[in-house]
């Protein structure tokens, strides 16, 4: 099993260290393959005053000293096309934004690059239709490309997930992954974001049990003081559990 996993943004070096020491300790526990996830800026945010970043080229050497201290591959979000070639010198992973599923100048720029692109499912997208941007992450190179849902906005404040994506979304892409925080989040909530983190490990059980390839999960040592996605991110003493209950229910299926 793939998990990726991390906190949302790089606050400080502290708390990526931490948190990187304990996902490469549970990782050797329970032997899935880790990808470390941090975003290196963030660039959708709900309020003008959200906290954004402590500076591109800071942030991006930090997740280099993940990767080279902790020897694990390192993924991040870009945002536009002019970020891809700074990114792509720090991680191995690149990541497009569910919000930009579609931009296609994007989409083709990372894929340039040769390194595996995760585009994450638009929550106003259909599974088909994310076929369209596969295509378009493929075209100059050929990259690997991952598709993750995310869930889908139903109503104004709230997302559902629809795990018949999953199979769907495998007969169109190299590797699907199930976000299982994102997803549990309450959009337009107010300043931020809202969530609900109790339903995490549902989600997390449900997409190994489809068949998913991986799952994603924002991880933090203290959600409640996180600079961003406080109200979804998992408290990461909490990952081990569901972890192995995940493993499980794919031991079970084998």
């Known amino acids: ?4 996993a991390g906190p949302c943004v790089v606050e400080n070096e502290k708390m990526i260290f931490e948190i990187a020491e304990k996902l490469c300790k549970l990782q050797e526990k329970q032997g899935f393959q880790l990808i470390f996830k941090a975003s290196y800026k963030k660039a959708n945010r709900s309020s003008l005053n959200s906290f954004t970043g402590i500076g591109d080229e800071k942030a991006l050497q930090i997740l280099e000293k993940v990767k080279k201290n902790f020897h694990i591959p390192v993924l991040t979000d870009v945002h536009d096309k002019t970020e891809v070639a700074l990114a792509s010198q ?3 992973y690149l990541q497009i934004p569910a919000f930009l599923c579609r931009q296609t100048e994007l989409l083709i720029e990372a894929g340039k690059t ?3 692109v995760n585009v994450k499912k638009g929550q106003w997208m259909s599974a088909e239709s994310m076929s369209l941007a596969v295509e ?3 075209s100059p190179a050929n990259a690997e490309v991952w598709l993750t849902e995310r869930g889908t906005i139903f109503g104004y404040n709230d997302l559902v997930v629809d795990f018949t994506s999953v199979p769907k979304m495998k007969k169109i892409c190299d590797k699907v992954i199930v976000d299982c925080t994102h997803s549990v989040q309450k959009p337009n909530a107010g300043l931020t974001t809202g969530g609900d983190p109790s ?3 549902t989600i997390a059980k449900a997409a190994v049990a489809v068949g998913a390839d991986g799952l994603f999960l924002e991880v933090h040592p203290n959600p ?3 600079m961003s996605d406080a109200a979804s991110m998992l408290q990461i003493d909490k990952l081990e559990n569901i972890i192995s209950k995940c493993l499980l229910i794919i031991n ?3």
């Open 90 to 92: 720090y991680v191995d």
């Open 199 to 201: 339903m995490i490990e």
């Open 252 to 254: 079970a299926l084998k």
């Open 224 to 226: 409640e003081k996180a």
């Open 1 to 4: 099993m793939i998990l990726i």
């Open 136 to 138: 378009k992450t493929k």
């Open 114 to 116: 040769g390194k595996t």
